[in-house]
């Protein structure tokens, strides 16, 4: 491969909105056989919404539980946590702050936790949860099936609400699946997110091959797993918890709209909020090949 063409196929890259750091990455990505992606911020759009509260009866009530939990999304760059601090900055009305959160701590793909007005707040996923009453269990039963993602409140250890939050496959995400494997390229979906919310986005995309409630370090040890099977791995994310992910893979592509931790540890980076960046910055790298041959 002359340098030539590796530098007029990362000028043409910069056109259709896919930024390549190095042209040495270019020959990396025409081997893959695997393209494994992210659910949420990569095959949804990660912008999500608050759409159902449910609380313990004994507790404390749906403003207050958002209140609190608000006040500790505040702190996150994660979609769920942005959702969930929008929402309780509009139930707090106009000009309503909501409480500081001090000794925040943001654990990437488990939740986050803070002190707000003297109380110990975390809002967890499915992973760190403790035992729930079954109102609560319930209530992430019904939103996990209906594809949505369900996040729990615990207040001084004690989990007191699940909220629900949805989330849209983007369009060109199935698109995007099918058109990979016509170039003989089998897609994966890495998520840390619950098997019934990963499902439902893998149905959606046209996805088989799923991997639900993987820790960011989990993520890194499948892609070595395909890897050592002898595949060939691109991997797609958006998250923080997607950085060791992208550093271990053959390939690692960013989305723009991610986090800057996600687009350092990756060699690509796609500009547009569009999965057939993908399959261009793989049709431009088997162009590429022919030209130079
Ligand atoms: P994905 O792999 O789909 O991008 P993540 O690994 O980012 O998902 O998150 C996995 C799970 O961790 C989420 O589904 C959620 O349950 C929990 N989680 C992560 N960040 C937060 C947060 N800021 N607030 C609440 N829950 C979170
Ligand atoms: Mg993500």
Do not use: C, W
């Amino acid at each position: 491969a002359t340098p030539t063409a590796f530098l007029a196929a990362t000028g043409r890259g910069a056109q259709l909105g896919i930024l390549i750091r190095e042209p040495e990455a270019l020959e990396r990505l025409r081997q893959v056989d695997t393209v494994v992606f992210d659910k949420t911020g990569t095959l949804t759009t990660g912008r999500m919404t608050l759409v159902e509260t449910t609380t313990v009866p004994e507790g404390p009530a749906a403003a207050d539980v958002l209140r609190l939990a608000g006040a500790v999304e505040h702190g996150s760059e994660h979609p769920i946590g942005r959702a969930v601090a929008a929402a309780a900055r509009r139930r707090a009305g106009e000009g309503v702050a909501l409480p500081m959160a001090e000794d925040f701590r943001a654990l990437p793909g488990v939740g986050v936790s803070g002190r707000v007005e003297g109380r110990e707040v975390r809002v967890i996923g499915p992973r760190g949860r403790s035992a729930l009453p079954d109102v609560l269990r319930q209530a992430l039963d019904r939103a996990e099936h209906a594809a949505h993602t369900a996040v729990v409140v615990e207040l001084d250890g004690r989990a007191v609400a699940v909220l629900a939050v949805g989330d849209t496959v983007r369009p060109s995400s199935y698109r995007a699946v099918r058109q990979l494997r016509a170039l003989g390229i089998e897609s994966v979906l890495l998520t840390g997110d619950g098997p019934a919310a990963a499902k439902a986005v893998a149905e959606q995309a046209g996805i088989t091959q799923v991997h639900a409630g993987v820790l960011p370090q989990g993520k890194a040890e499948i892609i070595t797993g395909l890897q050592a099977a002898g595949r060939r791995v691109a991997m797609v994310g958006d998250g923080v918890n997607d950085a060791a992910a992208l550093a271990v893979a053959d390939l690692g592509m960013a989305m723009g709209a991610g986090t800057d931790v996600a687009i350092g540890a990756a060699d690509i980076t796609l500009v547009r909020e569009d999965m057939a960046a993908v399959v261009e910055a793989v049709r431009l790298t088997r162009r590429t090949l022919r030209t130079i041959r």
